[in-house]
């Protein structure tokens, strides 16, 4: 069992950044992916990034590559998600899960409670 709390979402201009951190629980952290994810409203949760149990792997949508980085402290038991250049189309709740480490949603069996970012033009 993992339990995830993220944090770090808020209010920004465009052009901006955020910094998310994702804080697990238990001592398995690092034997799971870890992924963040983003639902806007109206709209289906979406694949933002991804990184391998050990850090060496990591995966990015489109949308997100280039201005997004994603790393973990396994010693800290923390993944984060570094988040430059924001658009307003990034506006979303974003969520870390725990699973596989790629890039489909249903590999993924541990979810935090979500924390919004909310970029305005």
């Known amino acids: ?5 993220e944090s770090g979402g808020g ?17 398995t ?4 992916g870890m992924g963040w994810f983003r639902q806007a409203p109206g709209k289906e949760r979406e694949f ?5 149990a050990r850090g060496g792997d990591t995966r990015y949508a489109n949308s997100v ?3 997004f980085t994603i ?14 250049n924001l658009k307003p189309e990034d506006t979303a709740v974003y969520y870390c899960a725990a699973g596989s ?6 590999e993924y ?13």
């Open 48 to 52: 933002v990034a991804a990184i391998s």
């Open 71 to 84: 790393s973990r402290d396994n010693a800290k038991n923390t993944v984060y998600l570094q988040m430059n």
């Open 1 to 5: 069992q993992v339990q995830l709390v």
């Open 65 to 67: 590559k280039g201005r």
């Open 29 to 32: 952290f690092n034997n799971y």
């Open 101 to 106: 480490g790629r890039t489909a949603i249903h």
């Open 11 to 27: 209010l920004v201009q465009a052009g901006g950044s955020l910094s998310l951190s994702c804080a697990a629980s238990g001592r």
């Open 109 to 121: 069996h541990y979810w935090g409670q979500g924390t919004q970012v909310t970029v305005s033009s």
